[in-house]
């Protein structure tokens, strides 16, 4: 049982705060993203619970014992990096042995665990190979073993597919995702991949600036982004925001036409993502810039006074550059976002 | 180059002229520094490997006629063997102190950020700064005063001094060259610190810091003037063969000569690749 708690953590690097007043529980056995651009604090904040950098302020807890005054070795945890770090100078045996050594457990067991995380990385033919002689994608594989041989509490990953090329990320990300439900560990990784995010998450939670904008599960956090930054930093393209001017209690009109909202004192912002729209009548007129076809859809690229609004349609449509489309949202798919604060309004 | 077909060169001609000029230039100046540094290494190994009779006749040999007389006539010379031994104790005592204060200096430059960081690389290179007849003579008397002058330990503490500045540097860019992250790994695997440093960083930077007690032994072993100022029984051999230079016959000098500059050499081309690094330049 490891549940990890972060409550209030901040951290400051001199002037500079690199994180504000953290609060996220990530329950047991659960699979946590940390989603956001870099430099928004996800990795601060992975390091300051893998024990690597300590909070300005707050708290950590792993399985209801307080750590962050604890080196990394007493956390429970183990840690996947970006670069892999795989000692150079032992073998790929002696690699995922090396925690294991350490707990100085007997050796019998030191070679089973071996034996079978290496199995279960696809790795067992390597076993006496050095890093120098593995490709990137085997090097995951044995800092991923390494780890999951520890048997931890907790399992940290940064970013650990990023260096990999993207056919290779595809596999391995479908691998982790199974490796890691079947280890029954409670995980944190860290990514700037919001496809990788979305597909592996059992909850992402979007960083933004040294703050967690929103934790949700990943259809959540698509379909219902907490503020204007998750709508435009997930989903691709992006979701596309109109100014909604205020006509009546719930009336407001967005690019001309009068739509029903949500009851607001002044001015909002309008979003729909661009898959939830059809051509038909009565709706947003769209003069059309790019026509992209990608097979299954089309991207059209449009302009909607002034501003950029794509829409992804079915691909038997005929437009070309120039045409004005009228694109009807699904009544049920809008958003509304209040420009001040950029939160969601319900 | 080759797709030019007609008589038009592809360059003007003044430019290959220049060109040419400027590569014959280079391999000039690179005869002039090989012929600089190996002239006097020839001449001194020709003379070393002749017998006592040759080193005086006229003409020289240009190959040595490999007798060891002259060699043999040094070693059985009276005093060399204890300067040998001598010189041997002293660098090998600098050797241990410059790395042992050296490597822990060049590991916390590397890993750590503190106040007064670039200062303190720059003083590190500043202490080469004062020549070294400057400071032995307050070193003589300060030597003299605690018992220190004429003893091997008193010595090597002045060749650390020389070597120190070597010793950071090159280990500075040893450990700044191991990802900070094979660290950090081993102590999410169970390491403290001094563990993560014995099983994952010495293991990755032995060879750099052989190579540098290598450096620190050969600055030491070729080190004369303070060896001479503060010794007088206990002499290295450095310090020997500048005190008997005048008295002793010339094969002797180059014997002696000899003797110091090729362990000297062999050291310094072994652990070239680290030097180079120390600079910053891209060795292999």
């Known amino acids: 049982m490891a549940e990890i708690q972060i409550k209030g953590v901040a951290k400051r690097f001199g002037a500079f705060t690199a994180l504000h007043q953290i609060d996220l529980t990530i329950a047991d056995q659960e699979f946590m993203v940390l989603l956001g651009a870099s430099g928004c604090g996800k990795t601060t904040l992975l390091r300051i619970v893998a024990g690597l950098e300590t909070p300005s302020q707050g708290e950590v807890w792993i399985g209801g014992r307080r750590v962050d005054h604890l080196p990394p070795r007493k956390r429970g945890i183990a840690m996947v990096f970006q670069n892999y770090a795989v000692f150079p100078h032992l073998t790929v045996y002696e690699n995922i042995a090396f925690g294991l050594r350490m707990q100085k457990q007997p050796q019998s067991e030191i070679d089973q665990r071996v034996r079978r995380t290496a199995e279960m990385m696809h790795i067992e033919q390597l076993l006496e190979r050095?890093?120098?002689?593995?490709?990137?994608?085997?090097?995951?594989?044995?800092?991923?073993?390494?780890?999951?041989?520890?048997?931890?509490?907790?399992?940290?990953?940064?970013?650990?597919?990023?260096?990999?090329d993207a056919l290779l990320r595809l596999e391995m990300r479908a691998e982790l995702k199974g490796v890691l439900a079947d280890s029954k560990t409670t995980a944190i990784y860290v990514t700037h991949d919001q496809v990788e995010a979305m597909s592996l998450a059992d909850r992402i939670a979007v960083m933004h600036q040294g703050r967690i904008v929103q934790a949700a599960p990943p259809v959540e956090v698509y379909r219902n982004p907490a503020a204007r930054f998750v709508g435009s930093f997930i989903g691709n393209p992006p979701m596309n925001f109109l100014p909604a001017k205020k006509l009546g209690a719930d009336q407001f009109i967005v690019a001309g036409s009068a739509i029903k909202?949500?009851?607001?004192?002044?001015?909002?912002e309008f979003a729909i993502r661009p898959e939830d729209m059809a051509i038909g009548p009565g709706g947003i007129p769209a003069t059309v810039r790019v026509v992209e076809p990608l097979g299954a859809h089309t991207l059209v690229t449009t302009d909607v006074d002034g501003k950029i609004f794509r829409a992804v349609l079915d691909s038997n449509i005929e437009a070309s550059c120039g045409d004005i489309l009228s694109l009807v949202p699904r009544a049920d798919r809008i958003r509304w976002f209040d420009p001040q604060s950029t939160s969601a309004i319900q | 180059m080759t797709a030019v077909t007609n008589d038009v060169p592809a360059v003007p001609a003044t430019v290959t002229d220049a060109r040419k000029a400027g590569s014959g230039l280079m391999i000039a100046c690179i005869v002039v520094l090989c012929v600089w540094v190996l002239l006097p290494i020839y001449l001194l190994l020709v003379n070393a490997l002749s017998s006592p009779a040759e080193v005086t006749s006229f003409p020289k040999r240009i190959i040595p006629s490999f007798d060891f007389g002259s060699l043999s006539f040094f070693l059985n010379f009276q005093g060399v063997g204890k300067a040998l031994w001598n010189s041997v104790a002293v660098a090998l005592l600098t050797m241990v102190l410059s790395i042992g204060i050296g490597a822990p200096a060049g590991y916390a430059l590397s890993r750590f950020d503190f106040p007064g960081k670039e200062a303190f690389r720059f003083l590190v290179l500043m202490t080469r700064a004062f020549p070294l007849p400057l400071l032995a003579l307050p070193?003589?008397?300060?030597?003299?005063?605690?018992?220190?002058?004429?003893?091997?330990?008193?010595?090597?503490?002045?060749?650390?001094?020389?070597?120190?500045?070597?010793?950071?540097?090159?280990?500075?860019?040893?450990?700044?060259g191991i990802p900070v992250e094979l660290e950090e790994a081993a102590w999410t695997l169970g390491c403290n610190r001094w563990q993560a440093f014995r099983k994952v960083v010495l293991p990755l930077a032995l060879p750099g810091i052989a190579a540098s007690a290598v450096f620190a032994f050969t600055i030491s072993w070729n080190e004369v003037f303070a060896a001479a100022v503060l010794t007088i029984e206990n002499r290295t051999l450095t310090a020997f063969l500048l005190q008997s230079i005048n008295v002793s016959p010339l094969y002797l000098k180059f014997a002696g000569g000899a003797a110091l500059v090729v362990p000297a050499l062999i050291f310094i081309f072994a652990v070239r690749r680290y030097l180079f690094a120390m600079w910053g330049i891209a060795n292999r």
Do not use: K
């Open chain 1, 261 to 268: 909202g949500p009851n607001a004192s002044g001015d909002i």
């Open chain 1, 130 to 164: 050095y890093s120098g002689q593995l490709s990137g994608g085997q090097r995951q594989r044995v800092a991923v073993a390494r780890a999951l041989a520890m048997e931890p509490d907790v399992i940290l990953m940064d970013e650990p597919l990023s260096n990999l």
């Open chain 2, 139 to 176: 070193l003589a008397v300060l030597f003299i005063r605690t018992g220190l002058d004429d003893t091997a330990f008193g010595l090597a503490i002045v060749h650390t001094t020389l070597s120190l500045p070597f010793a950071v540097l090159i280990t500075f860019s040893l450990f700044s």
